[in-house]
Structure formats: structure tokens, C-alpha cells
């Protein structure tokens, strides 16, 4: 069943957090919609622009409409990660998303609290949720790259303001985490002060933690020794960060990272281990189990295992 993220928000908050995966393809909205029906888990299906363009929309959303059917328990909320006003307006044209997110990060606070404060009005109208980002994440996401150097946390200060003045429903905020396999390069770990401030000032009001893929050094490490190149400084949020996040507001942990690299590592060790094969059904249906279970122990650690009927 398709629901609203504010629904999911109102009742998770502070109690337990909603997992947002990043889907390109059908193996994946196959393995998310088994996983949140197995476990009776509430979940978002999102996507971005990119993914978009690569899959079509139509796909992509031709795939959660038919994974609905065959998965009826699941129940869900379709979101497009990091818009602009184009992506934006054209998915709440469609009718198809419960929830977008205007990504205005990059701009100064002024036009970022312009820019979002316009697509609120538009949303809304169609009754349709709105994500805000305030600060900037470093990283890699899709098409998206941000130094290090250039990434800035949420200012506390900022946050009722920019709220008050948009509108939004929730917000993503900078606290350490980043896009990608490599973060917290400079070890500096979730910033809980700032993060505990945030929550002070809004009290009850959702926040989203981007970047909150664990990055299993495991899984680096099949990677690369099945040919893979990646960076052994590859890390990301432990999921006792991610738990203690959830006292703090957060209600929606956005993961992209860690399917990309169970993917990579699959299809490696299989092409590897079986040079004189060429079928993809094989290493597909492999990912689509191992995503499945990666699925649930993220459900599990984000406390949403068998909240599905408390939501619906
Ligand atoms: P990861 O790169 O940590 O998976 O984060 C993804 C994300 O935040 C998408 O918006």
C-alpha cells in the first residue's frame, strides 16, 4: 500500500527510523518489496534524477507499481531523492510520488528557503511531501560530486528559520555524514552535538540522515580480491550511530552505497569464479536474495521490523 512519509514520520519518530534504498533496477525493487513484506516493515522506494534518466520513470515506476502487486503487504512511500524544480514539479505532475525532495543545498540560505518554500506550495497542494536539505554533504551521489573542503554542517541556528519560512516536512541535514563509499575521511564521525541541538530546537520534527550506508569493509575487501580497485579507506556509519541518531529525530536513513557494492561484489565473484558463464540470471538472482537480507538487518537495526500494520 502506498502511504505517505508523514504518516510513517508521525508515528516512527524517535521511536524507530524508515530505510530510504536508492533503486536502479528491478532486482532491487524486487528485493525491497519482499524484504519490507517479510519483515512487516514500513519502507521508501526513492530514486534520483539520474536513475531516472537511465531507467525512465516510467520503468521505474511501471516496476513499484508491479512489485505492489506481487508484494500486496508492503507497505511504502515513493520518493525522488535530491530534485530540482524540473524532476520535482514533473513527479508531482505524475501522481506517482507520495514524497520529493527539493535539493536547493547548494544555494545561499536566502534562495534556499525561496526555491524551497515554492515547491512546498506546489506540493502540498497535491498533498505531497516535501524533503529540504540545509548544509552541504560532501561525496559522491550520481552526477553529484562535493569535496570535502566544500561540505558544511547544518548551522542549529538556521534550522527554525529556514523551517518556518518553507514549510517542509522534513529535513535532510549535514552532520558528518557524506554520498558515497569513502566517508568521514577525516575521522571525524557523526557530530551528535550538532545533531542533538538540531533536535532541541525542533522538537518533533523529522530529520534525514543521507549517506547512511554502513560500508562493510568485508564487502570491499571480496571486492578487490575479486579484481575491484576500491580504496581500503572506504567507511561508513556504524550502526550504533545510526541507532543513536534516532533519539535525535531522525526518521528516514537514506542508503545507495551499500546495494552498489553488494551488487559490485556479486557480479565480480561470479564472472571470476565462473569464467565460461555468461547467463545473468544467475548473479541476479543471487543479488536479489543477498540485497533482501542486507534489507532486513537494516530494518532490524532501524527498529521498523513489524511496524508495517502500527503505520498502515
Ligand atoms: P550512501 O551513499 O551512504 O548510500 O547515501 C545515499 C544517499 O544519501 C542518497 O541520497
Redesign the pocket.
Known amino acids: 500500500m502506498l502511504i505517505s512519509t508523514t504518516t510513517m514520520f508521525n508515528i516512527c519518530y524517535g521511536k524507530f527510523a524508515i530505510a ?1 534504498l ?1 533503486v536502479w533496477s528491478m532486482e532491487q525493487v524486487l528485493a525491497l518489496f519482499s524484504a519490507g513484506e517479510k519483515s512487516s516493515s514500513p519502507f521508501i522506494v ?1 530514486m ?1 534524477p539520474v536513475v531516472r534518466n537511465y531507467a525512465h520513470s516510467e520503468m521505474l515506476i511501471g516496476m513499484i507499481k508491479a512489485a505492489s502487486k506481487i508484494y500486496p503487504k508492503a507497505i511504502f512511500a515513493i520518493h525522488i ?2 530534485g530540482n524544480e524540473q524532476h520535482v514539479l514533473d513527479a508531482i505532475r505524475s501522481g506517482d510520488f507520495t514524497s520529493v525532495m527539493i535539493d536547493a543545498s547548494h544555494d545561499s540560505f536566502s534562495k534556499n528557503i525561496t526555491r524551497t518554500k515554492a515547491i512546498v506550495k506546489k506540493a502540498h497542494e497535491k498533498r505531497i511531501a516535501v524533503e529540504a536539505e540545509l548544509g552541504v ?1 560532501s ?1 559522491v ?1 550520481d552526477d553529484l560530486s562535493v569535496e570535502d573542503k566544500n561540505a558544511l554542517y547544518t548551522r542549529p541556528e538556521d534550522v527554525e528559520t529556514f523551517v518556518n519560512q518553507t514549510g517542509c516536512d522534513s529535513l535532510a541535514v549535514a552532520v558528518g ?5 569513502y ?1 568521514f575521511s577525516g575521522g571525524a564521525g557523526l557530530q551528535f552535538d550538532i545533531l542533538r541541538e538540531i533536535h532541541e530546537i525542533l522538537p518533533g520534527f523529522p530529520l534525514v ?5 554502513e ?1 562493510n569493509i568485508n564487502e570491499i575487501k571480496r571486492i578487490n580480491q575479486a579484481g575491484g580497485n576500491l580504496g581500503v579507506s572506504a567507511k ?2 556504524s550502526g550504533k550511530e545510526i541507532r543513536e541518531s534516532i533519539n535525535y529525530g531522525v526518521c528516514k536513513v ?7 557494492l553488494i551488487w559490485t561484489r556479486v557480479h565480480r565473484e561470479f564472472f571470476g569464479d565462473t569464467s565460461e558463464l555468461f547467463d545473468p540470471i544467475i548473479p541476479g538472482k543471487t543479488y536479489m536474495k543477498e540485497l533482501e537480507e542486507f534489507i532486513i538487518e537494516k530494518f532490524e537495526l532501524l527498529g521498523s521490523v513489524g511496524k508495517a500494520d502500527l503505520i498502515k
Open positions: 530510504a536508492n526513492q534520483t531523492d535530491h554533504l561525496g551521489e555524514t557524506s554520498h558515497g563509499a566517508k540522515l543521507h549517506g547512511g550506508s560500508v561508513g556509519v537514506n542508503i545507495a552505497t551499500d546495494a552498489r
